[in-house]
């Protein structure tokens, strides 16, 4: 099956938008096994949208369109369907019930939206369970075509929930991913621990680099539901058995979640005392959700004598400097002291762009004192820009105190 | 002037990168005013590549290509072209100098980087400043290619110091830009009061919302650079009478980067007293290079016990509750007092996802403590996500201090 995406949308060709949908797609579409060749933008113009259709018609099986499906004059993907298949569009009256039911909270529909109502004789209705655009599945003459919403959210749950279970008998059954979230090697150094695995076609797997971690995807196809949850489960104990401790949690999870919820379990409270990441440890850390039952607070010392004003003993930094280990231990221990916190983190560093008491850009050390002892840490020796900097330095200290947390590293 | 743009590689049909340089691409040919119809993602496939060429050249007067200049096998760009116009790739005597030349300090080049230094008998080299593969500027038979490498910052570079320049005699002359940066309007506000200057075809002016501020970009074309620089000129002083002062900055200027370099030009220092920002506020602001000028510190006071422990009298949560006007007042003038800086900001309110003391998610107050009084504020209403509260009260209370130091707002 061939596949090929086209994006409708003036404000792609303006550069006011990015099209991170087809990004979305081309992920979703190597996970199934299915080849995309082609992916193109092209503006609110039917003429154009028409031509590559017809050019998409000849050489794919699969052309899946976004965009285009609104209301207004300048959404023509139903207008430019019609006139390539040579059909008409009318009015459904299903579907216009329910869209008239949609507008029944919030005032008169306007007429304009009607057209959202239309299909044509070679097309069903996609439900849209989070906006007014139903999509369109169009089948003919052997070839498939999907016109989902350009919104984001809407078109990932269209996708998700409707156009992949449709498309699972083209492609050999219905598909299972799991995601499991990486941190502590690059993308690389995961690929090539993965390097037994990464030959499968059934289930395929697949590493991704994002931000604050790597992710591993799985993914399987079957005919039924429990073979491919079985085909997944294995693949997923051999991935983990190969990434190690590395693995910190699956889709949705994150460093600070994960550590919410162990500290949560464990009915523990924490708080941090940081100066290169400059608060950014804390502002991560309260980034999950339910944070304040286990995050007390933070102190961002940004200067040595707000340091010292805040525990952290004066002859520590003559002694060692302020970005020394000894330091970072002192700032864990004064913030749990001061705090009466469970956990106390204190980390200290150079962000950059100078270098400080002649340590490099990147120097970190992290130090985490906690009821069963102190563990201490070095940030990954990220040399980038100050921003990179204070995540890396942020996202490694996260990282040790789920460690700890996990038992998979000791205390002294 | 009709322009393609055309970006090859593998990874984007694999949905590992985005087509972000497509995006930039469009933004910079809007702004030359030339019109953009066709934007297309294709693999490393010669056939594939071709074929999508041969129709770039039967439709567009200007075909922008990235990606595919590399050294490796899969690198097709220069064959495609060559392909395509039916010319024979030689190698350039003085590129082949250049590429040996850059690669003298890291040890002997690889023979298959050679291709990185060929021509064809219709392109010319395009220097390349930050990498080794040149790229190819096509003319031929009224058709204008251009080749580029797929590496954003070399592309980057590349297009605004060679190829913009180059296209200037066919736009009409130089370009000139100047961005505009405001805060505390949205993107449709700014361009509601910009309407009186949106017809403007030279210069021409326009909005990009981008997640710290709403960027306003004015272009102008003349053929001389004085001429240029006064049109753009003349804009700006338009454009700033219309937004007054939501504008804070410039290209490169960002709200912390504002008022750091103005609290340091006053010899003033700033501490901050943190609740539903978690931190961010204090991340935001040392996001700034040089903020350990004038940042001594923050207090992320996440739990209400700490808040009072830190300085803010009982009585007033008591009285007023945490999330309040009088509380914000209470945390500024404590962290200020303790931190003995010339400055203290205290924000407080509900990030979510649950509301606290009946108050609703979104809800913010924000007090600043300094030399001349007192000013408070509102966060601006937003009723996000709990990352997006977050940033709208941190850039809010950013821009309440910049006010405050411009003395567009008077402290009380």
Chains 1, 2 share one sequence.
């Not at 850390?285 to 200067?303: A, E, N, Q, R």
């Amino acid at each position: 099956m061939r596949a090929e995406i086209l994006s409708c949308g003036t404000e792609l060709l303006l550069g006011h938008i990015t099209d991170t949908n087809a990004t979305y797609l081309a992920q979703s579409l190597a996970a199934q096994g299915i080849d995309l060749y082609n992916v193109s933008q092209v503006g609110d113009n039917q003429g154009r949208v028409v031509d590559l259709l017809r050019q998409a018609w000849q050489r794919s099986d699969l052309i899946i369109m976004t965009g285009g499906l609104g209301p207004t004059e300048d959404d023509l993907t139903r207008e430019s369907i019609g006139e390539l298949l040579g059909e008409k569009m009318t009015l459904d009256p299903e579907l216009q019930a329910q869209l008239r039911a949609r507008f029944s909270h919030s005032g008169p529909m306007p007429e304009r939206n009607l057209k959202q109502a239309t299909l044509i004789p070679s097309a069903q209705s996609i439900p849209n369970p989070v906006g007014t655009a139903p999509g369109w599945w169009v089948e003919k003459d052997g070839h498939i075509l999907v016109a989902m919403p350009g919104v984001p959210r809407e078109m990932y749950r269209m996708w998700e929930e409707e156009v992949v279970p449709r498309l699972a008998k083209y492609t050999g059954g219905l598909i299972f991913t799991r995601l499991l979230r990486v941190y502590g090697l690059g993308e690389s150094a995961t690929e090539e621990l993965l390097t037994p695995l990464l030959r499968s076609t059934n289930p395929t797997i697949a590493t991704y680099a994002k931000i604050d971690a790597v992710d591993v995807r799985i993914t399987a196809k079957a005919e039924r539901t429990e073979d491919a949850l079985q085909l997944v489960a294995e693949m997923e104990e051999k991935a983990r058995a190969l990434l190690g401790d590395h693995v910190f949690g699956i889709e949705g999870d994150t460093l600070a979640s994960v550590i919410g919820k162990a500290l949560q379990a464990r009915q523990q409270t924490l708080g941090v005392m940081e100066s290169l990441t400059g608060g950014m440890l804390a502002s991560t850390i309260t980034d999950f959700h339910s944070s304040s039952k286990h995050f007390i607070g933070g102190i961002v010392t940004y200067s040595t004598d707000l340091k010292v004003q805040m525990g952290v003993p004066q002859e520590i930094v003559d002694r060692y400097g302020v970005i020394s280990e000894e330091t970072a231990r002192a700032m864990a221990h004064a913030v749990r002291e001061r705090l009466g916190t469970d956990f106390g983190i204190g980390v200290t560093g150079v962000a950059g762009p100078d270098k400080q008491e002649d340590k490099p850009v990147g120097t970190v050390h992290i130090a985490i004192e906690g009821p069963e002892g102190t563990v201490t840490g070095m940030g990954p020796g990220w040399r980038g820009g100050r921003a990179d900097n204070k995540r890396h330095a942020v996202l490694t200290s996260l990282n040790l105190l789920r460690r700890y947390l996990e038992g998979t590293i000791v205390p002294q």
